[in-house]
């Protein structure tokens, strides 16, 4: 029992030094003034300037895509690559951040290996390793399928198939303090949001989707509310946040939590989560940890059950996560919110219920109830969901990804829909600024000039012959003529 013990320690330590990258930042990434941070106009002055090259930490991170991310999400093979694929900073990213209980860089790779699975299921052309999704296998008809076209009465209406999605990248990183990131000299919200923000900028990512969970939210809402940051932010998803203080008995239960020496939570976590998915001490484990719903998962789905069977990592190696938690704790008395002001992101807040399908829930509902008070002040309208079937640290995996994957759905067809909406605007300013030269300059042809609005001459020649001197010139779109009645 015991070498069973040293050989599954062995493995862990093997998962949790393959699977990474590190980087050396500035430790002081932003200037803050001696009244706190700045906001408003006087935050401009706010950009990626060091305040000193020799304070300098280390930030532990793991960069895939969803089209090549690995089955187990963490491998015991070693990476001999230590520089990142620079293509992926091309794609649409996401960034997990942890929370404290359990914390590292291992739980948001975790997440991301949900998402990735969520992402492979939506996508009907991405092959995986349990099975090929055919597009004829996925395809959704119309809410009325018996509706009859007029020019063809007896034809049924066309099917609609799932649109492939692009692929995305996945950053998952331990935040300062947990596992292998150097903690910050003065621990705030604010250092831990430019320090990641800086890491971002390092890596070159044009946009990212912020996944926040418990007392990581604070830290999301500052990454969105940085001026020289914000407008990467597309869209934060919020799962359980804590964005107030916690009260004094919930501060000192976290401080008796510390406690304890390290092999006896590494062997708590032995016992009951090193098994496989089918072993019903497993099962029971995963519903405390996890909840119910998380039971159903990995009865369904084979590759969910390859990413439950590695939540025992979390609970080991502790003392290197000791100091992110006390850090997590001495945060609060320094939490500011002037600068959740500037939030304009998209917001959406996931609160779990340890109930099922229950939706006279108190705690949730108080829950829910903080987190829309403390949201109030934000330039962004937030969402709520509810999210049943949890557990008491984490949540069912593929319930999440698939509200987190629609939220970022949602986000981007919002985004996009403003290009579209300027675009019709534009042509309408174009249809009205036609003008038409002179048909003697030309001959018997005319020359229509359409002059843009972004201080771009574009020029299109038509020619026709002018049937009579006396009849009107024909428009030159449909566009024009509703320009001319507008």
């Known amino acids: 029992m015991a070498s069973g013990f040293v050989r599954w320690k062995s493995h862990v330590d093997k998962l949790l030094r393959f699977n990474h990258m590190t980087m050396t930042l500035s430790a002081e990434p932003f200037r803050i003034s001696e009244a706190g941070p700045q906001t408003g106009r006087q935050h401009e002055d706010h950009h990626f300037a060091h305040r000193s090259a020799c304070a300098t930490l280390t930030l532990q ?72 999704y055919s597009v004829y296998n996925v395809q959704e008809r119309l809410r009325q399928p018996q509706s009859r076209s007029r020019e063809h009465p007896g034809a049924s209406a066309p099917p609609r198939f799932a649109v492939p999605m692009p692929p995305l990248g996945m950053l998952s990183i331990s935040r300062p303090g947990y596992l292998e990131s150097t903690p ?200 709520f969901a509810r999210l049943y079937g949890s557990g008491r640290l984490l949540f069912p995996l593929e319930r999440l990804c698939g509200i987190c994957l629609q939220a970022m759905v949602q986000s981007n067809a919002a985004l996009q829909s403003l290009p579209r909406t300027l675009h019709a605007s534009r042509e309408i300013h174009r249809a009205l600024l036609v003008r038409r030269l002179p048909a003697s300059d030309h001959g018997d042809h005319t020359v229509e000039v359409r002059i843009a609005v972004d201080n771009q001459v574009r020029c299109a020649a038509t020619s026709h012959a002018l049937e009579s001197t006396e009849k009107a010139p024909e428009p030159w779109p449909a566009a024009a003529a509703a320009g001319k009645r507008a």
């Open 184 to 383: 910050l000299h003065t621990p705030t919200f604010l250092a831990q949001a430019a320090t990641v923000a800086q890491l971002v900028e390092r890596l070159r990512l044009s946009s990212v989707h912020i996944i926040a969970h418990r007392e990581a939210a604070p830290v999301a809402l500052e990454m969105a509310g940085l001026v020289g940051f914000r407008r990467r932010v597309r869209s934060i998803s919020l799962v359980d946040p804590q964005l107030a203080r916690p009260a004094l008995a919930r501060r000192l239960a976290d401080r008796m939590g510390m406690l304890g020496p390290e092999w006896a939570r590494t062997r708590a976590a032995y016992n009951a989560l090193a098994r496989t998915a089918d072993d019903a001490v497993f099962l029971q484990a995963v519903a405390e940890i996890c909840g119910p719903a998380s039971v159903g998962e990995i009865k369904d789905d084979p590759a969910l059950a390859q990413l439950y069977e590695g939540i025992g990592v979390f609970f080991s190696n502790w003392a290197a996560r000791k100091p992110g938690v006390l850090a997590d704790s001495l945060m609060w008395a320094r939490l500011d919110r002037r600068a959740w002001r500037l939030v304009s992101a998209p917001l959406q807040c996931i609160t779990t219920s340890t109930r099922d399908d229950a939706p006279a829930d108190s705690d949730a509902l108080r829950r829910e109830e903080a987190a829309r008070a403390a949201l109030v002040s934000t330039r962004s309208t937030p969402e």
């Open 61 to 132: 991170y793991a960069f895939d895509s969803t089209q090549s991310f690995p089955e187990p999400f963490l491998s015991d093979a070693p990476q001999f690559s230590t520089a990142f694929e620079p293509s992926l900073s091309h794609l649409p990213t996401v960034l997990f951040l942890h929370g404290s209980s359990p914390g590292g860089f291992d739980v948001a790779r975790w997440v991301a290996g949900g998402l990735a699975h969520a992402h492979k299921l939506r996508n009907p052309l991405m092959p995986s390793r349990f099975g090929t």
